[in-house]
């Protein structure tokens, strides 16, 4: 099993960002050649998925139906302001995870990773999990 | 392990389709009977989901609730025009795990494994791994 | 291999109840050091997620934010009238993975465990498996 933390930085409130070189690149250094890829955030207002990465405009848009969608104008508790975050983290969901074959992650054509910051910029981390099966 | 793909065809827009009898075939010809079964969704306007298999109103009542709930009218920027099938993508997720034990999916009294189409119809797949565990 | 059910009572009709000290007796009781927890909810109206356990505030102003999302008014078929409850357990999802090293679970600072009560009140029950990994 190999085990890694990797480091995201995000640079606006609400970003898609492509973490699966990172992934690959842990993988490579495994040496791993079936398995599975766990990953796991472990912040509350960021979330991990994996969606298209062939047009950019599709996680701008995403971002877009997310702010039209969210109900930011709640009397709201949570003293921070950001419990809208909160929802979005649970819904997009902690944790992701990858078939391994051959060597590779075993992705969709058009499918990336993707951090999910939904209360940044901040600096952000996601831990890797690279399990064997034979 | 037992690994395998699954097909599957949608015949509408949106449709939640009930995987759950080829799941088990899979199952039942790995003889695996103490484990963990793994299924992922390569496509990125699909996605997959555990939901209420007794009354088929649910599948259609929580369709008729995202096409309420989801902004179709924005002024997205994906030429594809199927942004809101990425996000669902996104909210429902690509994976779904559930336990198996004396050679059972240890799913709940009323709960099917369901295929979600979010941009159909099309011709779809689904990666499953079964797991032993003693 | 770990595994347990445990048992979950709920007080409200919506509602998210901090489980993550009873799975934290169950890794205990395990003595696995380093592996994996996983976590399945059988229910259809409910589901697990992992978001802020600081300020209660976040629990509360979650449900309130879905409260107002959620099309509580469309002319749902399923006879039980808890279609809306459904859809967020699908949204939430059913189950939650957990790394497991030296013995804790490797969740992050502010995050807890919480099953997610979407028809209540009532009795649930969450399934767990804490699997070694060396």
Redesign the interface.
């Known amino acids: 099993?190999r085990?890694a933390t990797m480091q995201v930085t995000t640079h606006r409130p609400m970003e898609l960002v492509d973490i699966t070189a990172q992934v690959e690149g842990h993988l490579k250094e495994s040496g791993v050649i079936?398995g599975?890829c766990?990953l796991?955030?472990?912040?509350?207002t960021a979330a991990l998925?994996?969606?298209?990465g062939a047009?950019p405009?599709?996680q701008?848009?995403?971002i877009?139906?997310?702010r039209?969608?969210?109900?930011f104008d709640?009397p709201?508790?949570?003293?921070?302001g950001n419990?809208?975050a909160?929802?979005l983290?649970?819904?997009?969901?902690?944790?992701?995870?990858?078939?391994i074959?051959k060597g590779r992650l075993?992705?969709?054509?058009?499918?990336k990773i993707y951090f999910?910051e939904f209360d940044g910029p901040r600096s952000r981390k996601v831990?890797l999990?690279i399990?064997e099966?034979?």
């Open positions: 099993m085990k079936s599975i766990h796991y955030n472990p912040h509350t998925t994996i969606n298209e047009d405009a599709v701008s848009d995403i877009m139906a997310l039209q969608i969210m109900p709640l709201f508790e949570h003293a921070e419990s809208p909160h929802l983290a649970s819904l997009f969901g902690a944790s992701e995870m990858i078939f074959e075993q992705l969709g054509t058009w499918q999910c831990a999990r399990m099966e034979r």
